[in-house]
């Protein structure tokens, strides 16, 4: 009782937090860097930079982390082999702005549905990240296993897709090698991996992100000239004369397996996060379906007294089959509407989940949609969001399972 009568209220509150083990704060990674680098006066690319990889949180660590900035030479000083750098992002193309830009200053990409990666030669050996700062080596050993063969002091950002012909397989093949410990060859048969090599971010052990897109495109081109096609290859790029150029561009993409595009200044740096101006992804428009709501459970943290991750089914003859589950996409006002209907239409409580009257229809999008045995639809799709509330639309004309089949190809 001593500790609480010697406190003021902000550090008894502060002490029953640390007490009751709810003394969590949540920032993001951007908000941490950029009250480090205002505190010890540390340009936030290079803290990002020192964040990179695995590290131990020690007092030692948070010493050279916020050690004074060396002055750059080129050459790479890194805590460890394996350390990547931050990744260069897309911002979303704004075409009213971008129509008045010069087109020849300009380059276009496919933007593919995989897995955004670094892949370190380093050190007699490779290291493979993706952009979630996983270490996915061990997922793609043909892909690390070719990189060995080039020398030092390489790091390479691309694309790692399962891939067979001249396409992409779908993004359920790559799912079936993350998170294995030990990848076998019946799985590395059936699931080519194929890293596309986007960038070149240093060569002979010294930074190129400072440099031009151009000249680092021409050192990735040097040093992938006998690249083994099975399992690297270099993106391709596209030109264009006009924003019509581009869009005819775009609306080529899901031949090629692609989502869309990423357009690039020729002239660029590689920097840290998304920074506009540089870089723009211009994806094409998503696949989508009209489901039915059927399920509905509560959120989480500011949302977990509302019911916000909704399921959503599809038309199989005369029975509603779940096929997606989806909880973006729909404003605080329609997010406080619908929870109290859910809340009235209840018909069974199964734990958190409730089913609900099948009555309300959305348009469910997505980025993709493929084949699996493991859902009773018989489908899978990724990243499916709300696109909005067909109030106008009554549940009998939802789309079936046939109309999901035909997005694939299977019916005519």
């Not at 030092?152 to 079936?176: A, S, T, Y």
Request: proline share 5%.
């Amino acid at each position: 009782m001593s500790w609480w009568l010697s406190l003021n209220p902000q550090e008894v509150f502060v002490l029953n937090k640390v007490l009751t083990g709810a003394f969590r704060v949540g920032v993001s990674d951007k908000l941490v860097i950029k009250g480090l680098s205002a505190a010890h006066h540390i340009p936030e690319p290079v803290l990002a930079h020192r964040l990179m990889g695995t590290f131990d949180p020690t007092v030692e660590f948070y010493t050279q982390l916020i050690q004074p900035e060396e002055p750059r030479t080129g050459a790479v000083s890194a805590r460890s082999p394996s350390q990547p750098y931050p990744f260069f992002l897309a911002s979303q193309l704004e075409e009213d702005r971008f129509a008045d830009e010069e087109f020849s200053r300009w380059q276009a990409e496919w933007k593919w549905d995989g897995i955004r990666a670094q892949v370190i030669r380093r050190a007699r050996e490779v290291f493979i990240w993706s952009r979630g700062e996983d270490l996915i080596t061990e997922q793609f050993p043909e892909i690390a296993a070719y990189f060995l063969t080039l020398p030092d002091g390489l790091v390479f950002d691309g694309e790692i897709l399962c891939w067979q012909g001249d396409r992409p397989l779908n993004f359920n093949c790559l799912q079936k090698r993350l998170g294995r410990k030990r990848v076998t060859p019946k799985i590395m048969q059936e699931n080519p991996a194929h890293f596309i090599a986007y960038d070149l971010l240093e060569h002979n052990g010294l930074d190129l992100r400072e440099q031009t897109l151009r000249d680092r495109r021409q050192l990735l081109i040097d040093t992938l000239h006998n690249a083994d096609a099975r399992f690297v290859s270099l993106s391709k790029t596209l030109s264009f004369a006009s924003m019509q150029d581009l869009r005819s561009r775009r609306e080529q993409s899901r031949e090629h397996g692609a989502e869309g595009l990423v357009i690039k200044a020729i002239d660029s740096p590689y920097l840290v996060g998304r920074k506009r101006g540089y870089w723009w992804k211009y994806k094409v428009d998503p696949m989508s379906l009209d489901a039915v709501l059927i399920y509905a459970q509560a959120g989480s943290g500011k949302r977990a007294n509302l019911f916000t991750d909704y399921t959503f089914a599809l038309w199989k003859g005369d029975e509603l089959v779940p096929f997606a589950k989806a909880y973006s996409g729909l404003d605080n006002k329609e997010i406080d509407e619908l929870d109290k209907w859910i809340r009235k239409h209840t018909i069974e409580k199964f734990g958190p989940v409730r089913s609900v009257e099948p009555i309300h229809v959305f348009e469910i999008g997505f980025e993709g949609i493929s084949q699996s045995n493991r859902h009773k639809s018989g489908i899978a799709v990724r990243f499916p969001r709300i696109l909005r509330w067909r109030t106008d639309k009554p549940m009998q004309e939802a789309d079936t399972i046939e109309s999901a089949l035909k997005l694939l190809g299977i019916v005519g």
